[in-house]
């Protein structure tokens, strides 16, 4: 707390040196940085004065300046969602097995082997929602926000593993031409399977609409000049802005408002309804493979045809889900955030001459980071720019956590270093 009201009384006096000892006209709110919260933190008080008059011991007391709140991360919605889908999985497994051994029917076998593979997906799902709500560590100082993703991609290598054990047991019975099928049972299973797997659909996709990352944090001051493993400059600053609770802001509240995030399911909630997807899928050709049988006793091939076509099917919806995961594991730009937009939203700002060293990338799915150099006119306010690059980056981009380091322009070093360089130019 001592570090956070240094850099912030150094902030304002750098604001009366560029400004002569004159107090700009805008507003200086402390406000909480969360878009539906516009609330100031400072209630009954003159917002400047109390800001600027404020000592260390008043600070420390104020428990509306502190730099974290307690919040709650864990996504309860998707947690509920998933072990309801459970109990229903579980009891639809049971039903299935039964039915299979009862009409004989390979597919239906198969497809409780398929429950059986979603009971443990939605299992390592579960647990890796509970790690993800884990506190960051020393050794891990994200904490375990990836295991939610970690969670997912195993869910998802299941999936292709069960499709790979399914095609085989069909390829063998094709082989050996076992089709001896009792078609009503095959039909009330199947049906029952249809059933269960809309109702387990629609619990999931209640899931659909994704919540704005809460946000908190704090700025710090390290004193850093522009390097790349240089020497410190104490005309340059890094500002580390997890999302913050308070965040020194210029200009009235309406300017400011910050754009909600995009809709975002869950990653885990995702995996399982691709897993409730491809049940579905097979059930219904489970279905029609069954009425198929029952008026044509010939056509009992069918059974293992559908099979093949849908086991395919199964491994074609799992793309999607298995592309987020690699992306978000390879640290790439998100597919939600444009890089070269945000490099020129960044040069249209004020002041700002140069954005370099500009790196994107996903925590998880639902939480996106960024680290950038902000070159600015020696003449410029830095805390200004800086709070409209936050700004911007929320309220454009939806940027849950940054770290911007500000600092002066200089033309010949910005256009002789290979490092302040934009990628792919």
């Known amino acids: 707390m001592t570090t956070n009201t240094n ?58 300046t502190h730099c974290h709140v307690p919040e709650d991360k864990f996504d309860y919605a998707s947690r509920n969602r998933l072990i309801i889908v459970l109990i229903i999985c579980v009891i639809f497994m049971i039903i299935e097995i039964v039915g299979g051994v009862l009409s004989n029917s390979t597919a239906v076998v198969t497809d409780a082997a398929h429950m059986t593979i979603d009971v443990a997906s939605f299992l390592i799902s579960l647990t890796a929602m509970y790690l993800a709500r884990k506190r960051p560590t020393q050794k891990l100082s994200f904490g375990y926000i990836r295991a939610e993703v970690l969670g997912a991609l195993l869910s998802v290598l299941t999936i292709w593993l069960v499709t790979g054990v399914l095609v085989y047991m069909a390829i063998e019975r094709c082989i050996n031409q076992s089709f001896q099928v009792n078609s009503l049972e095959m039909i009330i299973v199947a049906s029952c399977g249809v059933f269960f797997n809309i109702v387990m659909f629609f619990t999931l996709h209640a899931n659909v609409c994704g919540k704005s990352l809460p946000h908190h944090g704090h700025s710090h001051d390290h004193n850093h000049g522009h390097s790349h493993g240089g020497s410190p400059d104490s005309n340059s600053t890094i500002i580390n802005t997890e999302p913050l609770v308070g965040e020194i802001i210029v200009g009235s509240p309406g300017d400011h408002a910050i754009k909600p995030k995009k809709s975002q399911k869950n990653i885990n909630v995702r995996a399982a309804i691709i897993h409730v997807i491809g049940d ?109 690059v936050q700004d911007m980056l929320r309220r454009e981009h939806s940027i849950s956590r940054m770290t911007i380091q500000v600092e002066p322009y200089d033309e010949f070093i910005m256009n002789s270093c290979e490092n302040c360089r934009r990628p792919g130019s």
């Open 7 to 64: 850099f912030y009384q150094e902030a304002q006096q750098n604001r009366r040196n560029y400004n002569d000892g004159n107090t700009s006209d805008d507003n200086l709110l402390l406000m909480a940085d969360d878009g539906e919260d516009r609330t100031p933190l400072l209630r009954g008080t003159d917002e400047r004065s109390a800001v600027q008059d404020e000592t260390p011991s008043d600070r420390s007391r104020s428990p509306s």
């Open 280 to 388: 579905f899928v097979q059930s219904v050709g489970v279905l029609c493979a069954a009425i198929l049988i029952h008026f044509k006793p010939n056509y009992k091939l069918a059974d293992p045809i559908c099979t093949f076509v849908f086991s395919v099917l199964v491994l074609i919806t799992t793309i999607t889900i298995m592309r987020d995961i690699i992306l978000v594991l390879m640290e790439g730009v998100p597919s939600n955030v444009n890089y070269s937009q945000v490099v020129e939203d960044l040069l249209r700002l004020p002041g700002v001459r140069n954005a370099h060293s500009l790196h994107i990338w996903s925590l998880s799915l639902q939480r996106t980071a960024l680290s950038v150099h902000i070159a600015i006119d020696s003449n410029r306010d830095y805390l200004t720019v800086l709070s409209q």
